[in-house]
């Protein structure tokens, strides 16, 4: 079992910025990969980025690409979301997730995570 909290959400205005925190308990986190993903009103989930295990690589969807930067603390156990340059488009709640042990592959498919946070919320002013 993995549990997972996400903090760090608000309001905040366009051009501004935000960090997301996912602090993960459970089964060992440090040979798990984690996403991100978000869910505006009306739309479906949708992937943000994800990190490996080791912090070695990442992954981004285009329209976060160089403003969205995602990292983590193993010694913590946790994950971030920093966001830069916000849009009113980023609106949504944001949901970290955990990949199954040992995964190897960064995927950008919900359903290949297997453990999800409550979301935290992120509104972008214009």
């Known amino acids: 079992q993995v549990q997972l909290v996400e903090s760090g959400g608000g309001l905040v205005q366009a051009g501004g910025s935000l960090r997301l925190s996912c602090a993960a308990s459970?089964?060992?986190?440090?040979?798990?990969?984690m996403g991100w993903f978000r869910q505006a009103p009306g739309k479906e989930r949708e992937f943000v980025g994800a990190?490996?295990?080791?912090?070695?690589?990442?992954m981004y969807a285009d329209s976060v690409k160089g403003r969205f930067t995602i990292s983590r603390d193993s010694a913590k156990n946790t994950v971030y979301l920093q966001m830069n340059s916000l849009k009113p488009e980023d609106t949504a709640v944001y949901y970290c997730?955990?990949?199954?042990?040992?995964?190897?592959?960064?995927?950008?498919?919900?359903?290949?995570?297997?453990?999800w946070g409550q979301g935290t919320q992120v509104t972008v002013s214009s």
């Open positions: 990190i490996s295990w080791s912090g070695g690589s990442t």
């Open positions: 459970g089964r060992t986190f440090i040979s798990t990969n």
């Open positions: 997730a955990a990949a199954p042990h040992g995964s190897i592959w960064l995927t950008g498919r919900s359903n290949d995570y297997d453990y």
